[in-house]
């Protein structure tokens, strides 16, 4: 078992991989899409972090988003946190889904609700990566198990809450047997809350871990406008300087654009993937907050009309990566393609 801080060039989550690390994607294959839902509690995001009981009353719109899924081929990963493990609503809906093989379900850590409660109630301590190993540790394989005794099987794949993986976290997720991670949110900076900065990564999938058998795929984020040539630095520019950032989404000569349809017009994401498609990007991997299917839970969906748009928003994006000849692909297939890449173990 491994405790310690993994050094950099030592397949560290938190910090961006040498080229040597990066996963190659088999030229044979066709490129592909991949769909991650953070499926969590409802809790109110500007309020401050408590453990208090939160309601999961949202999960009953999980079935209309799946049937979407399932006309359109599409196998997501569900990524459930303690709430959501326990709710037996979330249960009853979601285990038939994973029992038939419509999805995969993953594991998404929110420390602040995840036991033991050893850490004390702060903004960097919902990083979990801010964690002593330990209690990381211990969090980690206390959700892993309540996963695999409620849904019967042991998840692979895995994403910290607020996408807070630390210097400890690639060793801990080999050690638990997780296969994917999908915590770094490339192009986003979130070090002036204590959390990592991403904004040195690139959306391509890399190994990880002591020995480079974990695999890690980043929230495609894309630059686009007449200046995305400049890429990261030009990004962590207008990070710094709001005004800057304004100027240059208002001119459109440079705006950073994730994939989710949360708070990202349809329009700005297929202009992002015909840019990374046309740059020879692969591999897509999509991501959104399940109480966003119903609305009045977040920011994103207030009310019916934004959940028209949320759906359409989806027909809207799947239509172009059809178009492009992008296929979908479910998180534990897409390791097994890239399995064939992946380095010998020492």
């Known amino acids: 078992m491994n405790d310690g801080r993994l050094a950099v060039g030592q397949g560290r989550l938190d910090i961006p991989p040498p080229k040597s690390s990066l996963a190659a994607y ?11 839902v953070d499926t969590e509690e409802e809790f109110d995001w500007r309020a401050p972090i408590s453990r208090d009981a939160h309601s999961t009353h949202h999960v009953r719109a999980i079935p209309r988003l799946q049937e979407m899924f399932d006309a359109q081929g599409i196998s997501p ?10 709710s037996d609503a979330a249960l009853a809906i979601l285990r038939p889904i994973l029992d038939r093989g419509g999805c995969a379900i993953g594991a998404q850590l ?32 206390g959700l892993t198990q309540s996963i695999a005794e409620r849904f019967g099987r042991h998840p692979s794949i895995y994403r910290a809450g607020r996408y807070g993986i630390g210097p400890n976290s690639a060793a801990i ?28 990564f690139t959306p391509e999938p890399f190994w990880a871990g002591p020995s480079g058998r974990l695999l890690a795929l980043p929230l495609t984020t894309a630059y686009v406008g007449a200046l995305r ?12 300087q709001g005004h800057v950032r304004g100027l ?37 991997s999509l991501s959104f907050h399940s109480p966003s299917l119903e609305p009045g839970h977040t ?30 692909c479910g998180g534990e297939d897409f390791v097994d393609i890239m399995a064939n890449g992946r380095p010998k173990a020492p």
């Open 173 to 200: 997720l080999e050690d638990l047997s997780y296969r994917l991670d999908v915590s770094v949110r490339a192009g986003f900076d979130y070090a002036n809350e204590g959390g990592p900065d991403f904004t040195g």
């Open 248 to 284: 240059l989404a208002r001119t459109g000569l440079f705006t950073r654009v994730p994939l989710t349809p949360e708070g990202v017009s349809a329009a700005e994401a297929k202009e992002a993937i015909r840019v990374l498609a046309g740059e020879g990007l692969r591999i897509f």
């Open 77 to 86: 990963t569900y990524l459930v946190d303690q709430p959501i493990v326990e």
């Open 229 to 240: 040539r400049f890429g990261s630095g030009l990004n962590r520019l207008a990070l710094r």
């Open 26 to 36: 088999p030229a044979a294959d066709s490129p592909r899409f991949l769909v991650f």
């Open 299 to 328: 920011q994103y969906v207030r009310d019916a009309a934004d959940l028209k748009v949320f759906y359409r928003w989806w027909d809207e994006v799947i239509a172009l990566f059809h178009k492009l000849a992008i296929a979908p």
């Open 110 to 141: 929110h420390p602040w609700v995840s036991p033991p409660f050893d850490e004390a109630l702060t903004t960097a301590n919902s990083f979990a990566g801010n964690l002593p190993s330990a209690l990381e540790r211990a969090k980690i394989t």
